[in-house]
């Protein structure tokens, strides 16, 4: 019912920015809160935040939330995740999904995309 797919990826120096995209497909984008994660090789994918239907309520994991933020754009059904001041441990495959309720876990999230990859290098 939706397709999500993420660009905007690529190398950065520490420091920098990037702003990633996520175009979701269909008519029903606005029947959902947007979450963007990210997972490193060999590790367990980590929630960054989440923006609900509208937009207008936002919530971001700790070890982001001074540097990223999450927007949408209902009409050209897109969500974005503007990322300043990068870090190396930024570096992950970075993933957007869409969740029905946005108080619902991590866990309960419908649809994903297949991922962007980012490398921050020093």
């Known amino acids: 019912q939706v397709q999500l797919v993420e660009s905007g990826g690529g190398l950065v120096q520490a420091g920098g920015s990037l702003r990633l995209s996520c175009a979701a497909s269909g008519r029903t984008f606005t029947n959902y809160a947007m979450g963007w994660f990210r997972q490193a090789p060999g590790k367990e994918r980590e929630f960054i935040g989440k923006i609900s239907r509208s937009g207008t309520l936002t919530q971001y994991a700790d070890s982001v939330k001074d540097r990223f933020t999450i927007s949408r754009d209902n009409a050209k059904n897109l969500v974005f995740l503007q990322m300043n001041r990068l870090k190396p441990e930024d570096t992950a495959v970075y993933f957007c999904?869409?969740?029905?309720?946005?108080?619902?876990?991590?866990?309960?999230?419908?649809?994903w995309g297949q991922g962007t990859q980012v490398t921050v290098s020093s």
């Open positions: 999904a869409a969740i029905s309720s946005y108080y619902s876990t991590t866990y309960e999230y419908e649809y």
